[in-house]
């Protein structure tokens, strides 16, 4: 199985960006599809981004709220999975969270994944 591990939040202002990275150990990432999900406090998770590695040619799709602001990538030699975020906003302001599932499309269904890391604070001062 695979372990996950996120990094790279911080307190960012308005406008700014941040790189979340998610490590993954045990497998190769490349067998999973994989995605990134958000929970703001009093809110369900939600996802943010997801890319099929081993579907689709790494096809990527993202959620509407942040379509053109972020990038999912990942770098098959360094196990990783990223999350580049541009002109972050207030709303953008959760923990963000890795996950990643084998056998199966990427899909925006967060109950579909089985496979997840422990989070970091994303906070996106106005």
């Known amino acids: 199985q695979v372990q996950l591990a996120e990094s790279g939040g911080g307190l960012v202002q308005t406008g700014g960006s941040l790189r979340l990275s998610c490590a993954a150990s045990g497998r190769s990432m490349s067998i999973y599809s994989m995605a990134w999900f958000r929970q703001a406090p009093g809110k369900e998770r939600e996802f943010v981004a997801a890319i099929g590695f081993s579907w689709s040619g790494g096809s990527t799709s993202y959620a509407d709220s942040v379509k053109g602001r972020f990038t999912i990538s990942g770098d098959n030699a360094q196990n990783t999975l990223y999350l580049q975020m541009n002109s972050l906003k207030p709303e953008d302001t959760a923990v963000y969270y890795c996950?990643?599932?084998?056998?199966?499309?990427?899909?925006?269904?967060?109950?579909?994944?089985?496979?997840w890391g422990q989070g970091t604070q994303v906070t996106v001062s106005s």
């Open positions: 996950a990643a599932v084998r056998g199966i499309p990427p899909t925006v269904v967060a109950g579909a994944y089985n496979y």
